[in-house]
């Protein structure tokens, strides 16, 4: 996205905080409602990761919502530490402080779905998943 101002005339400090309050504001409308998310899950060291089958894109996990259950799964799922593992979730986006570094998005999980054990997103982009069925974990 991209704003442009009068040629000529230089920005203002509050005419740039109106402009990033204004793309704040709707990019959280855009992304306030959750959605159903399929992609890699990484856990490792207090760090989470979730690549979007789809898009390709990647964002770090909010420890947040049903991040929990998400998480569990993963640990009693994944082949081998920091080996992705194919998730369904609803979920959303959103700007969050990270502990270093500027706001980014993040993805928030809304509510956990299941699984996919020994599926990736290459497989299943493909059309050759290794089994249709999900496995839903209950805690």
């Known amino acids: 996205m991209h ?4 040629l000529g005339h230089s ?18 409308s855009a992304h306030a409602q959750p959605v159903q998310w399929r992609g890699e899950f990484v856990y490792f060291a207090d760090s989470a990761a979730f690549t979007d089958c789809a898009s390709g894109k990647r964002w770090p996990v909010a420890m947040t919502g049903d991040y929990l259950a998400l998480e569990r799964a993963y640990l009693r799922w994944h082949s081998a530490p920091k080996a992705p593992l194919l998730v369904n ?5 959103e700007i969050r402080e990270p502990m270093e570094g500027p ?3 993040h993805m928030i999980v809304e509510r956990f779905a299941s699984v996919e054990p020994g599926n990736t ?12 069925a999900a496995l839903k974990d209950t805690y």
């Open 3 to 6: 704003i442009s101002w009068r």
């Open 89 to 93: 979730f609803d979920g959303r986006l």
């Open 121 to 132: 997103c290459a497989m299943v982009s493909t059309g050759k998943p290794k089994s249709t």
């Open 103 to 105: 706001a980014r998005e």
């Open 11 to 28: 920005p203002t400090s509050t005419a740039k905080w109106m402009a990033c309050t204004l793309l704040a504001a709707l990019f959280a």
